[in-house]
Structure formats: C-alpha cells, structure tokens
C-alpha cells in the first residue's frame, strides 16, 4: 500500500457539483462525482482513491468553499 | 453672553450651520439656485475649522449615494441641490429610507417641470413630502421662510433624522435661498468621535469591532419579512406625525378665514393678513414649518371651532392643497391660490382671491 | 510507520480551509461560478491582513446582490452602479478604514460607468473588484457591456453585433489611463494558479490603499455557465478561448516605486 500523502474532507451539503475541482486535481482519478446526490439533489465530490497529495488545488477553485485538505507533514 | 449676528444669504447660513452643527461631510453638485452653499463652504475650508469633508461630486447621483456611504457609516452627510438634481437623487433616496439612515438635503426649489427655470417654486411638495422615489416612504420635510430658519432647520433636521433613522429634507426656494438676512450664530459643536458613532449608532458599519457585523440594506427577497420592514417603518411615521408637527400661528385666535401658506409664500400672506385685518377681515395664517408630517390636526381643529374658509397659497399650481382637503374634509370651503413656474404671488391677489373665491361664494 | 488516512486529518496537517471571514450560508450562486472564489480571496486577503475589524465592503446590484450574506465583514448593499459612490462616501469620512467594492460588469461598466470612472479619476483610496463575465447573469442573461463581439446572449440571440450595439467595453484598460489609479489588473479564478494570482493581486491592491496610493483595481474575467448555456468545466474553458484573447489577463497599471 501505497504512503497516504493528503486527504480531504467535504461539506456534501454545500457541494454543487460543479466538477471544477475534478479539473484541477492533478492526479487522475483521486477524486469524483458520487453516484449519491445531497439533500439539494447536486452530486457531490468525493475522494475515490487513495492517491490524494494534499496540493489543495481542488479546495482552492471551489466556488463554494466546500473542501477542506490535510497533508502529512514529514 | 450675546450671539453673534452675521448678514448672510440664506445659502450662505445652511453652510455655515453645517460646520457648526458638527456635520462630517458635504457631498453635493452646483446647481442653480443652490451653488453658494458648495462655494461658501470650500471657500470657508471646514477641513481646517471643524474637520468636515466637502467634496463635488460628479452628479447629483454620485452625490447622494456618497451620502448614503456615510451615512450608513454613521456620520452626519448632508447635500444640497435644486428641483433638476433632486430629481436625479430619488433613487438614493429610496435607498436610504429603505435602509433607514439619517442624512439631510436642502432642496432649493426652481420652477419646473424639466429644466424649468432658476426661478422661486415650490412646486416639489409633492416630490418632498409623499416620498419622491420608489416604494413606501417619506422624507421628514421641514419649510424654512427666512435666513434664520435656514439656519436653525439644519441642526433640527439632523437631530430629527438621527432620531428616526430617516432622511429629512429642507423645502426651502429660491428667494430663501438668495435673499439676505441677519443671522444668529450658535457656537460651534464638534463632531462626533469614532467612539460616539459606535455609542450612538450601533448599527453603523464602521468595521466589526468588538461586535457581530453591521450590513446597510435595503434588500429583503422574502416578502413577508418585506412586508414586516414596511409596517416597522409605517409604525415609525405614525409616530412621527404624532410627534413632529411643527407650525407657526399668525392672527389665528379670532379668525374667521384661513391662510395656509409656508416659506415664501408665507411671507407674502403675512401681508395679506395685515391688508384683510385693514378692511375688517379676521384673517389669518398657518404657517406649516413641517410640511411632513402636516398639522392636518390643528387645521381641522381651527375648521371644527371658527374658520369659515380656508385658502393654501403656493408657488404651484396646486400640491399642499390637497392635504389642506383632506384636513378640512369638506366642513369649509378650501380652494387653492397660486403662481408658478418661477412668478410669486401678490399679497393683494391673494386677498382678492380670499374675498372672490371663499368670501364672495 | 505509514500514516493512514485517520491520522492525517489532524489540526497540525490542515493545508486549507474556508476562512471564517466567510459565513457559513450556503452561496447562492450557480454551479461553478467564480463569485464564490472571489469573495473567498478577497475575505482571506482581509483575514490573513487582520484587518477584519476596520473593514467595510460594497455590494452591488446583480448577482452578487447578496455579497453582504457571505462576507463576514461590515457591508452597505448599494443602488445599482453606485458602488464607488458609497465608497467614496465612507473612505472620505473614515480615510483610516479598509473599503472596497465587489461589483460585475453590468454594474461597474454600465449604469455605474461615470461612478467608477470618477472615482477612480479622484484617486479614491478604495478597492475596485470587477468581475466580468461578459453577461447579465441575474437577470437572465441579457448583453453586458463586456459581452463579445459576436456572442451570443438573451438580448443578442444572434450575437452581438457591433455595428448595431456598440463594442465590448474594456474598463480596466480605460481606468488605467486615468492618473487617479495606481494598480490596474487583470486575473481570473478558472485554474488554481490563477486563484493564488487573484489573490496575490487582492493583497497588493489593499496594501497599496493602506499606503494611500490611490484607487486600486482589479478586474477579475470569470464565468456564467447558466448564462453561456454550458457545463462549468466547458465554461472555464470557453472563457479561455475566447475571453482571455480579448480580455488579456496581468497587470496593467503599478505603481512607481
């Protein structure tokens, strides 16, 4: 198993399902659109494997604030 | 120990009250027959006597919305213009009623509609007294009728407009504003303090301090809390005009007739008064110093007990009469007397007018 | 020893999260849209500065009327354009204050063109962010000022025809000229880069107002996927092709040292 570098956490609620977190996510198929949808009926984004660096890029162009990304420090 | 007495014209005083009444700011657009006050206040330099701020603004637009920033953030701003740039300041009006900020205009009033002319009217009764823009509200509109009032109604609007969170208007014209009187001076205040906004004005945005945040608004998408912002402020003019209505009473005790008649107008009908009282006329004059809220009670008391008619003289062809109708609701006869479009009514006229149209009928 | 997931969502491992400058309430923008990011830049701009306590914010009219419920600032909700006149009016009174306005294209650039220019003209100490989506977003999607030559919109169904509606307007290019401005730009928030620039940009506009150099403006190119009838990501990339080509992202004005 592969080092576990960073992990996210999401306000599913507050996701809308925009996918512009999916665009700047650096590392293919880290993170996606779940088959489930919140209360409001978005799909939301959630982390599928375990291939997360921490970079923050997807937290950091979504429009409604709704990741918040942790990062192993050496 | 004595006040002190300056000749000044009334533009001049509204100035020169404002840099003694503690006013942060002038934010205002030259205008014929208003730009004195701007002149007399740059030329004055309040920046070095009181710490005001006058700025020109690039129109009355800008103006009035420079106003409702500060006064939004707390501060006294106050503006001046004539009928045209009023005109163009109903939008920030609105604004500033809907957000229930105090501030205060002059509006030297000139003929109109459109450009009109530079001469006196008092053709915007309508415009000051019902609201102006849009949505439910209205301006607390006070009537000087000479230099010294215009000197006094400005302390006495920012004190009222501070006191209900509304923007209050000085309905003056422009014989008021041109012509010169003497003048008494108060001593000078200072403005207040950051800590005397944060004190008084809890609501002022003047950064989140200690405190939640403030957010100036006019805005509420759901219409049942619109609705219950409407009915506050309705429950606030209620108050208002069970509070504030100002006027001045002239030969009223034995009258048998009735003149209603503010500013300029009021000082012609001073004389019709004195020409009637000549030929054994009991005449006499209501002189409304607010004009919202309206003495409609002291003119329906005077109706209920002895006035027999009622004439409203204005330099209109006919705005504060209505409210004079609805006060008298029908008991006397109440017509109304007036030139417009920059002519000012006779005192002989008006008389004429009393003895034709009221006594003669 | 490996970490596992549970280990690193530990306080001392928090690489980012949504200021507290923003409120909790749920924005109530479209999908995708780069209003969010903006507010979010320009609160952690005011936060990491510490100047939450002396700052006031404009809203404007449009879709970002309700700026005021997701800055957690003091804000004044201004009269459509109108922005700068506020601004002016509180900065004049209150010089030692924070004050900036959030404002769109058909805001800024058109029924609020002479506030901004005038404003900007007089070397108002404020900061100007204008977001420029090319479009009426709230309204519906009408023609702004910014739209393109040839786009399509609710009021240009056929494009916009220059000949006949007049040309895109480039504020930020004509706010430069004036000599009241002391820091003009463009950015945008479409790729993570571009967001750290933003922000970057936002800093620098507000420091330059503390040191009172004049009226600091930035111009931010962002999107309408609801109004450009497109998905988010396509939107972003539409306005790559065809906004950043007419609306060049940089700098265009700084200061002299």
């Given amino acids: 198993m592969a080092k576990v570098k960073g992990d996210i956490e999401v306000d599913i609620e507050g996701c809308k399902g925009c996918e512009i977190c999916i665009?700047?996510?650096?590392?293919?198929?880290?993170?996606?659109?779940s088959k489930n949808v919140n209360s409001k009926g978005y799909h939301y984004m959630e982390l599928i494997n375990d291939t997360c660096i921490g970079c923050a890029n997807c937290a950091i162009v979504c429009p409604d604030g709704v990741i918040t990304v942790y990062k192993a420090r050496k | 120990m004595e006040k002190e007495l300056r000749l000044m014209k009334g533009n001049e005083a509204i100035a020169e009250a404002a840099i003694r009444a503690g006013v942060d700011a002038y934010y205002g657009y030259p205008i014929t027959p208003q730009s004195e006050v701007m002149e007399y206040l740059t030329e004055q330099k309040p920046e070095d006597r009181s710490g005001m701020i006058v700025l020109q603004a690039e129109s009355e637009v800008a103006s009035i919305n420079m106003i409702y920033g500060a006064a939004g953030a707390g501060k006294r701003a106050m503006t001046s213009s004539s009928s045209p740039g009023i005109s163009l300041m109903q939008e920030g009006l609105s604004y500033i009623a809907g957000a229930e900020l105090p501030c205060v205009l002059l509006n030297v009033v000139r003929g109109g509609p459109g450009l009109g002319t530079i001469q006196p009217s008092q053709a915007d009764y309508f415009q000051s007294t019902k609201g102006?823009?849009?949505g439910d509200y209205h301006l607390i509109t006070l009537a000087p009728s000479s230099v010294q009032e215009m000197y006094d109604f400005l302390k006495i609007s920012f004190e009222l407009a501070e006191k209900y969170r509304n923007p209050a208007m000085i309905l003056s014209d422009?014989?008021?504003?041109?012509?010169?009187?003497?003048?008494?001076?108060?001593?000078?205040?200072?403005?207040?303090?950051?800590?005397?906004?944060?004190?008084?004005?809890?609501?002022?945005?003047?950064?989140?301090?200690?405190?939640?945040?403030?957010?100036?608004?006019?805005?509420?998408?759901?219409?049942?809390?619109?609705?219950?912002?409407?009915?506050?402020?309705q429950k606030k003019y209620r108050e208002i005009e069970e509070k504030e209505v100002r006027f001045e009473k002239v030969q009223c005790d034995d009258a048998d007739y009735l003149l209603v008649a503010y500013g300029t107008s009021a000082r012609l009908c001073q004389e019709t008064v004195k020409l009637a009282r000549d030929k054994g006329i009991k005449l006499g004059l209501l002189r409304p110093i607010t004009l919202y809220p309206f003495p409609s009670k002291e003119i329906a008391t005077m109706v209920n007990d002895r006035v027999k008619g009622v004439v409203a003289v204005e330099m209109s062809s006919g705005q504060m009469?209505?409210?004079?109708?609805?006060?008298?609701?029908?008991?006397?006869?109440?017509?109304?007397?007036?030139?417009?479009?920059?002519?000012?009514?006779?005192?002989?006229?008006?008389?004429?007018?009393?003895?034709?149209?009221?006594?003669?009928? | 020893m490996e970490e596992t997931?549970?280990?690193?969502?530990?306080?001392?491992?928090?690489?980012?999260?949504k200021t507290d400058l923003m409120t909790d309430k749920t924005l109530s923008y479209c999908p995708g849209c780069g209003h969010g990011v903006i507010h979010r830049m320009a609160m952690e701009v005011i936060e990491e500065m510490g100047l939450e306590e002396e700052t006031?914010?404009?809203?404007?009219?449009?879709?970002?009327?309700?700026?005021?419920?997701?800055?957690?600032?003091?804000?004044?909700?201004a009269a459509h354009g109108r922005a700068p006149a506020l601004a002016t009016g509180i900065k004049r009174v209150f010089p030692e204050k924070t004050v900036f306005t959030y404002q769109g294209d058909g805001d800024l650039a058109a029924i609020g063109t002479a506030e901004t220019i005038h404003a900007c003209n007089r070397g108002e100490n404020i900061t100007i962010i204008f977001v420029n989506n090319g479009i009426y977003g709230m309204t519906g999607g009408q023609m702004a000022p910014t739209t393109l030559e040839g786009m399509k919109s609710s009021t240009t169904p056929y494009g916009r025809d220059?000949?006949?509606?007049?040309?895109?307007?480039?504020?930020?290019?004509?706010?430069?000229?004036?000599?009241?401005?002391?820091?003009?730009?463009?950015?945008?928030?479409?790729?993570?880069?571009?967001?750290?620039?933003t922000k970057k940009a936002i800093k620098?506009?507000?420091?330059?107002?503390?040191?009172?150099?004049?009226?600091?403006?930035?111009?931010?190119?962002?999107?309408?996927?609801s109004g450009w009838k497109m998905t988010p990501v396509q939107a972003n990339k539409w306005m790559e092709e065809n906004m950043f080509p007419f609306y060049p992202l940089g700098d265009i004005k700084k200061p002299e040292k």
Wanted: with cysteine.
């Fill in chain 2, 132 to 134: 102006g823009g849009h």
């Fill in chain 2, 174 to 233: 422009g014989a008021i504003g041109q012509m010169m009187e003497k003048v008494e001076l108060d001593d000078p205040v200072s403005r207040r303090t950051e800590e005397e906004i944060i004190n008084d004005f809890p609501w002022a945005s003047t950064g989140k301090k200690n405190r939640e945040r403030n957010i100036i608004t006019s805005l509420e998408l759901d219409p049942a809390k619109q609705e219950q912002i409407n009915l506050n402020i």
């Fill in chain 1, 23 to 33: 665009d700047a996510c650096p590392v293919e198929n880290t993170i996606a659109m």
């Fill in chain 3, 5 to 17: 997931k549970q280990d690193i969502k530990k306080p001392e491992n928090l690489v980012y999260k």
């Fill in chain 2, 321 to 361: 009469i209505e409210d004079v109708k609805l006060a008298v609701n029908g008991k006397v006869p109440a017509e109304h007397y007036g030139r417009f479009g920059g002519m000012i009514p006779s005192p002989e006229k008006i008389l004429e007018f009393l003895e034709n149209q009221i006594m003669g009928g």
């Fill in chain 3, 56 to 77: 006031i914010g404009i809203a404007p009219v449009g879709c970002s009327v309700l700026a005021y419920e997701f800055m957690n600032v003091d804000m004044q909700q």
């Fill in chain 3, 204 to 225: 620098k506009a507000i420091e330059y107002q503390k040191a009172e150099k004049g009226t600091s403006f930035i111009e931010v190119v962002s999107n309408c996927s």
């Fill in chain 3, 162 to 197: 220059t000949k006949k509606m007049g040309h895109p307007l480039k504020m930020t290019e004509l706010v430069a000229t004036l000599p009241g401005t002391c820091y003009v730009t463009r950015q945008a928030v479409h790729k993570a880069a571009a967001v750290r620039k």
